[in-house]
């Protein structure tokens, strides 16, 4: 899931290296379907957050080295919940779209960021949590947060 998302944020990169404009606008379509796709499948309008569905998308790495990582991760079961870094990676996605065709295909990035700081912010220690249920915190929450 996030390799995908991914990509749309390479196209700026990609831009920036090659000034390809003529490719970028190729991939308007592709880049709309895949955000589409994700709105449809992964994205909660009601709590304004993108939702992790599958295990592989948030934690890859052995029980032993999750650092008390308490988001439940049960083996060969659907995972549902909000993660920090899926969220990150969702806005950041958006605001390439945003900066590359100038749009945001009807997401209303403002509100999505607030959302973000009030799901994943914990204003009294300054960090940035995994999940909106979790006090843990990790490097990859802090990098993206």
Do not use: C
């Not at 390809?20 to 709590?47: G, H, M, P, T």
């Not at 549902?80 to 209303?108: C, K, P, Q, R």
């Amino acid at each position: 899931m996030i390799i995908y998302l991914y990509v749309v944020i390479s196209l700026k990169y990609y831009l920036k290296f090659t000034n390809d404009s003529k490719f970028i606008k190729s991939q308007y379509s592709n880049v709309k379907k895949l955000i589409k796709a994700y709105e449809k499948k992964y994205f909660n309008k009601k709590d304004n957050l993108l939702s992790v569905y599958d295990r592989w998308n948030v934690v890859d790495w052995p029980m032993s080295a999750r650092d008390g990582y308490d988001m439940e991760l049960p083996q060969h079961e659907k995972t549902v919940g909000y993660h920090n870094v899926m969220n990150a990676y969702w806005i950041w996605s958006l605001m390439v779209v945003e900066e590359l065709y100038g749009e945001t295909f009807g997401n209303d990035l403002s509100a999505l960021k607030d959302r973000y700081l009030e799901a994943f912010y914990d204003k009294e220690n300054k960090v940035f949590k995994d999940t909106v249920t979790s006090n843990h915190v990790s490097l990859p929450s802090m990098i993206m947060g």
